[in-house]
């Protein structure tokens, strides 16, 4: 048995190889970028007006001859004598010539004649070729989580397909007699299997697309069966149940059957002691307790800091915060805790209902709250570590 | 021109009628629960053991004969005389004669005869029928976002399908003849476009996965047509461009034509002046400025509230947080400013380039510092709010 501490520095320490993809940016949602980007365009590319205005030569004159007009997405070249003018708008491109755009509002204008009420500086309104990106330059760095904002700016600068980590593919191997699949009435001695969708929807919100859910019946040849076929499908495999010390527990002879060598095996904590790890060249197994809030406790804390780091994440733990706890509390078990709760505004409250069975409070909290094993007491308004359950983890 | 405050108070009092679909719990990620949850089941249904070990019927005597044997899964019934055990395990059915299990810790066993140790109170180590969820109970309540826990819970109380909210189809139209498509050189006077990836992509992390996207080039009859169109498809209608007051900016009159009925138009603010709201029944249509930096803010504050006020949640404005900024700050534009920065642990830096036509720093930013129209000046150290864009919004 192990600390917390010591799992988590497993953890931490664990190397993993990151595989790269090219993808269109449009299936880039939420992946790490895996190559710096050198903006292959000056932007704005063109000499473009800041306003709707009039595009001149700067002059001390105030009035001007309109004689042609430029407008959003227009390519044809202007020719502009001094003291004539080109009507222009926002965005379109000002002719060679010109030097200077007077916003609309500083004009008068009668027929084609416009007289200029307050003159701007030369060069005004005028966004030079590059003044926001130089062609070359290095405008998004390796490492970036690519978000709405990260896609939009590559669109913007006409790049179709970047380079990105792969997300692993993950397997979860559910097992166990009792259980059963929902649509009939639940048999004698059985409960209905939902670990299996719970992993999934944990593994879809936290960006893992492919998934595949595999069975094995409670006997070692089923169990050594079913690792081999979940590790042929997958680079992370998640096992729930059958990782107890019962004489039904086939899952730790069957994984070393199947050459995967354990890193950490239980963990000083509740819920989700019987935790076991290891890995098999670069991929990763971890074998979760059965009872649902014990596997989801071990996913928030151990196996989604896997799922991250291998899709190339720096940022890979769930945010911690700090929060003033509203009532006192007392760890008699010598084990670090993990809690349910709900913060707000700087303050957290345990939930009631913390067995390791039940998925409700899960349900309804948006932290857990983290009491290390040596923690005896918690006074009302201490602080106390809280692991946020409601982000992205970036 | 309506102050921020106006033109939010505007958001929160529109009223959405909501639309209400049956759908497969692992369709339901990141739903709302539009129906309360009845346990169909006790949870446990049958007497279950807590622990790996021996059931019996209690008694003061240490040495029992073990005839039996439950696993987990087991359905048989079996018959249990008194000073006899049956070897049981974890989750396994308790037979209906024992009301005890003893911890196989607790037992020292030869061949078939257990002694017990350490005896432990009669009725120990067994749950009974309905100890976490008694049939009939309200165990989820409607409004509750659909989680891992929550759609793990629902399957194993065997339900498989549940009402949730309906979340919107949004329609994106695209205007501007400047507008060029990724994959060729750029055009003399062009642009590429970049909204409308950058806006499907704030869609889908924020789970909306019907939409569509539409162009229109700069005259009122392809706007007209184009606005007729997208409000065929869409529940919500983004439309990026064009809603200037520049010769070519047809969407407000085209939308007029559509018989959308405007609700807010400009808001003093920077960026995302001339964001324009309206409402044709129960479809809403946002105008959004052209430059992406200005569209997307108005996204996060003003078109998000409005999508996940129709999917049905009651926490639909992005987490405001308060932080400590590390640098003075001066607002000389008499406006409400929504400035990209950087938050950590409780402090905030405003980044550098703010222009409105600038991704990049959107892309690493993780909040927006809001100053309000009517402050002037803040000092290093002060709090302000951030609006969190890392989040889920609930």
Not at 28 to 45: H, K, Q, T, V, W
Not at 351 to 369: G, K, R
Request: with cysteine; aromatic share 8%.
């Amino acid at each position: 048995m192990i600390s917390v501490q010591q799992a988590l520095h497993i953890i931490d320490s664990t190397m993993i190889s990151h595989h790269i993809k090219k993808v269109k940016i449009s299936k880039s949602l939420g992946s790490i970028l895996a190559e710096d980007i050198s903006a292959p365009i000056n932007m704005p590319s063109f000499r473009q007006s800041a306003m709707d205005g009039y595009a001149i030569i700067w002059s001390d004159k105030t009035d001007y001859k309109v004689t042609e007009e430029s407008k959003a997405g227009d390519a044809k070249h202007i020719t502009l004598p001094p003291l004539e003018a080109v009507r222009i708008f926002t965005g379109a491109k000002v002719p060679d010539d010109a030097d200077t755009v007077i916003m609309q509002e500083h004009v008068t204008r009668q027929d084609n004649t416009i007289t200029i009420t307050k003159m701007p500086r030369q060069g005004a309104n005028v966004r030079p070729i590059g003044e926001q990106v130089h062609k070359g330059d290095c405008v998004l760095k390796k490492g970036l989580v690519l978000n709405e904002a990260a896609i939009g700016f590559l669109a913007g600068l006409g790049i179709k397909k970047v380079a990105v980590y792969n997300t692993p593919k993950v397997s979860i191997l559910v097992t166990g007699n009792e259980l059963q699949k929902q649509g009939k009435p639940l048999k004698e001695g059985a409960i209905y299997e939902s670990n299996s969708v719970m992993l999934h929807m944990a593994l879809h919100r936290f960006g893992v697309q492919k998934v595949k859910t595999f069975t094995a019946k409670d006997t070692l040849k089923a169990t050594k069966k079913a690792i081999h076929k979940a590790l042929d499908y997958g680079d992370i495999l998640l096992i729930s149940g059958g990782i107890s010390v019962g004489d039904y527990d086939f899952v730790k002879e069957a994984l070393n059957i199947n050459h995967v060598d354990e890193l950490f095996y239980k963990i000083n904590q509740k819920p989700g002691k019987p935790l076991w790890f290891g890995k098999k060249d670069q991929q990763f197994v971890f074998a979760l307790p059965g009872n649902p809030a014990s596997a989801l406790t071990c996913f928030y804390v151990y196996v989604l800091p896997i799922l991250k780091k291998y899709a190339g994440y720096n940022a890979y733990h769930l945010p911690r915060i700090l929060a003033k706890i509203d009532s006192e509390f007392k760890n008699t078990t010598g084990k670090t805790l993990f809690l349910k709760a709900y913060y707000k505004e700087g303050n957290v409250s345990i939930l009631p209902s913390q067995q390791s069975s039940m998925l409700n409070t899960f349900a309804t909290s948006n932290v857990l709250v983290t009491i290390p094993e040596d923690v005896e007491y918690i006074n009302k308004e201490d602080k106390v570590t809280c692991i946020r359950l409601d982000g992205y983890g970036n």
